[in-house]
C-alpha cells in the first residue's frame, strides 16, 4: 500500500515536471493562465492535505523519533524544506484534524473540527484557510459547548465550499456560489464567535488568558520581543527598569561619586554634572533594553535561580580564538540563530570565564579553563570602594553592574580588585567607542572623558560625594529618632 501511495505522488510530480518543461506556461492566453491557477491552487491544497492527513494518521510523538527528529517541526523542516513558521502552521492544523484512537475499541475517534477535514481532503480547503477559519472560534473555546463547535464547524464547512443559504428561497434551500478568501472564511468565523458567545470573557479573564511572551527569531542582528504582562508583572518591571534609569537630579544622588579636586580646580566641579544632557544619547526605549539587560543579569547570578544542568544559568558564546584575539569575524550565542558581531563575545569574556576547546580537523583533543570571574568576596569589594557605574552622570548602583577588566586579561591584566571596576551593562559595552576611558593609579581607578566632555582631557579620580563620616553622623542621627525599645528587667 505505501509502495501504491510513493508511485501515486511520483506521478504527479511527474506530471507537474511535464508542465514546467518546453516553456510550456510562456504561450498561455490570460485565460488559460487563469484556469492553470485555479488548477494549481487545487493541486495546491491537496498536497497540504496529504502533508496533514500523513501526520495526522500517526503517532505524534513516536513517529518524530523514529526517523531521528527531536519534534514534528523538525521533521516538517526537513521534509518539506519550510521554515519554523511554515512548520508550525501544519502542526496547528494537524491538531484540528487528528482522530485519536479510542484506548478501548481501538476505533479511530472523530476529529475536534470534522467537517473542516472534509472540506480539506476534498481540497476545498488548505492550512492557510483552516486556520482562518479555526482560530477565532479556537480563542473562545474554552467557553462554548461541543454542540456549539460541531454547529459553527459545519456553517464554516460549507462556506468554505462556496455553499451559501439560497437568497430566493427557503430557510434549508442552498446554492453553491464562488468559495469565500480567507479574510470572507475569518469574517464569517468572528461573526459566529459574536452569535455564539455574545457575552465575551468574564471581568478580569481576559488579561490572564492572553498573557504571553513570545522571542522572535534573529533579523538584522536582532530578535524581537513581543506579548502581554498582567497589570502586576507589568508594574514590577516598570519599577525594575525606573530603579535602573532613575533619571539624573542636581549632581548625584547621595551617596554618589564625584571626582576628587585637583590642583587648578574650581570649588564647584563642572565635571559633577552635565548640564547639556550629552553623557547619555541614548533613547527611552534603548535605556529600557538596557536596564532590562542588567536586571536579568542580576537574576541569573542570584543565589535563588534555578539551576540548569546542575549550574546557573550560563551565557555560551563562541568564537574562533583567532577571531577574538584579532578583534575581527563572527560569534554566536547560545539561544539566538545568527551570528553576532565579535565584540559580543569580548564583552561577555571580560567578566566571565572562557573556556577553550582545542580542535584538529572538528575533532575534540583538548578543553583548558581560563577563570577570569571576580569572586563574590573581591566583586563586594569593588562595589563598596566605586559605589556606582564609574562612567560620570551614571548612577547605576555598583551591585547591579558588571565587574570590568581595566587591563584586559588576554593582556596580562589579572583577577583582582587593582584591575576591576563596575560598568552598567551600556557602558561596558560602548566604552571601546564612546571616548571614555579607564586607568587604576595605586588601586584607584581614573577616569578620562571624550574631548567633547573635557576639553583637557584630563584624569579623574571619583571619589564619594559623602565621606564616611558623615554617613556615620547620618545614621546616628536615624538611629536617635526611632522609637525606644524597652527589655525586661533582669
Known amino acids: 500500500m505505501s509502495s501504491r501511495t510513493r508511485t501515486l505522488v511520483d506521478q504527479v510530480i511527474a506530471d507537474l515536471d511535464q508542465v514546467l ?19 494549481a491552487g487545487a493541486a495546491f491544497r491537496r498536497v497540504e492535505a496529504v502533508v496533514v492527513e500523513t501526520i495526522a494518521s500517526t503517532d505524534a510523538v513516536d513517529f518524530p523519533h523514529s ?9 516538517l523542516q526537513r521534509t518539506l524544506l519550510t521554515d519554523v513558521r511554515g512548520a508550525s502552521q501544519v502542526e496547528k492544523v494537524v491538531a484540528l484534524i487528528r ?7 481501538g476505533d479511530r475517534l472523530p476529529a475536534r473540527w470534522p467537517a473542516l477535514r472534509e472540506a480539506m481532503l476534498d481540497g476545498a480547503i488548505g492550512v492557510a484557510g483552516m486556520l482562518a477559519a479555526t482560530e477565532p472560534l479556537e480563542k473562545v473555546a474554552y467557553r462554548l459547548s461541543v454542540d456549539d463547535r460541531l454547529e459553527a464547524d459545519m456553517c464554516l464547512a460549507r462556506a468554505a465550499r462556496g455553499i451559501r443559504p439560497d437568497p430566493e428561497g ?18 464569517l468565523a468572528e461573526t459566529l464567535v459574536a452569535l455564539l458567545d455574545p457575552d465575551g470573557d468574564e471581568p478580569g479573564d481576559e488579561p490572564t488568558r492572553r498573557r504571553g511572551i513570545t522571542l522572535g527569531r534573529v533579523r538584522d542582528g536582532l530578535r524581537s520581543i513581543k506579548g502581554y504582562l498582567t497589570p502586576e508583572v507589568a508594574a514590577q518591571l516598570e519599577l525594575i527598569l525606573d530603579a535602573q534609569n532613575n533619571p539624573k537630579g542636581d549632581g548625584p544622588p547621595k551617596p554618589g561619586v564625584v571626582f576628587t579636586p585637583g590642583e587648578g580646580d574650581a570649588e564647584e566641579d563642572p565635571f559633577n554634572s552635565d548640564p547639556r544632557n550629552v553623557i547619555d544619547g541614548r533613547t527611552a526605549a534603548q535605556k529600557r533594553h538596557d536596564a532590562l539587560a542588567a536586571a536579568l543579569a542580576i537574576a541569573a547570578r542570584h543565589r535563588d535561580m534555578p539551576t540548569l544542568g546542575g549550574a546557573g544559568p550560563v551565557l555560551v558564546v563562541t568564537v574562533d580564538a583567532k577571531d ?13 540563530w545568527g551570528q553576532l558581531p565579535v565584540s559580543v563575545a569580548s564583552h561577555v569574556g571580560c567578566s566571565g570565564t572562557i573556556q577553550r576547546v582545542l580542535m584538529d580537523e572538528g ?16 566583586r563586594r569589594a569593588i562595589v563598596a570602594r566605586d559605589t556606582e557605574c564609574l562612567i560620570p552622570g551614571c548612577h547605576v548602583p555598583a551591585s547591579w553592574c558588571e565587574i570590568h577588566h581595566v587591563v584586559e586579561h588576554s593582556r596580562g591584566g589579572p583577577t583582582h580588585t587593582d584591575n576591576g571596576v563596575p560598568l552598567c551593562w ?11 576611558e579607564i586607568r587604576m593609579d595605586d588601586g584607584l581607578p581614573q577616569v578620562r572623558g571624550p574631548r567633547w566632555w573635557d576639553p583637557e ?25 526611632a522609637p525606644p525599645v524597652f527589655t525586661q528587667a533582669g
Not at 518546453?22 to 488548477?39: H, I, K, N, P
Not at 427557503?170 to 469574517?187: H, S, Y
Open 21 to 39: 518543461s518546453d516553456d510550456a506556461l510562456a504561450g498561455l492566453s490570460d485565460a488559460e493562465r487563469v484556469e492553470v491557477l485555479q488548477a
Open 67 to 75: 526517523t531521528g527528529c527531536r519534534t514534528p517541526n523538525e521533521l
Open 99 to 105: 482522530r485519536n484512537v479510542n484506548l478501548v475499541s
Open 170 to 187: 427557503g430557510p434549508d434551500d442552498e446554492v453553491q456560489g464562488p468559495a469565500p478568501t480567507l479574510e470572507e472564511l475569518k469574517l
Open 324 to 336: 577574538l584575539e584579532n578583534g575581527t569575524g563572527r560569534a554566536s550565542v547560545s539561544g539566538a
Open 363 to 378: 575533532r575534540i583533543i583538548g578543553i583548558t579553563t581560563t577563570d577570569r570571574v571576580f569572586t563574590a568576596h573581591q
Open 426 to 436: 551600556w557602558h561596558h559595552r560602548s566604552l571601546g567607542t564612546s571616548g571614555w
Open 457 to 481: 582631557q584630563r584624569w579623574r579620580t571619583p571619589r564619594l560625594s559623602v565621606p564616611a563620616r558623615s554617613q556615620a553622623q547620618a545614621q546616628a542621627k536615624a538611629n536617635a529618632q
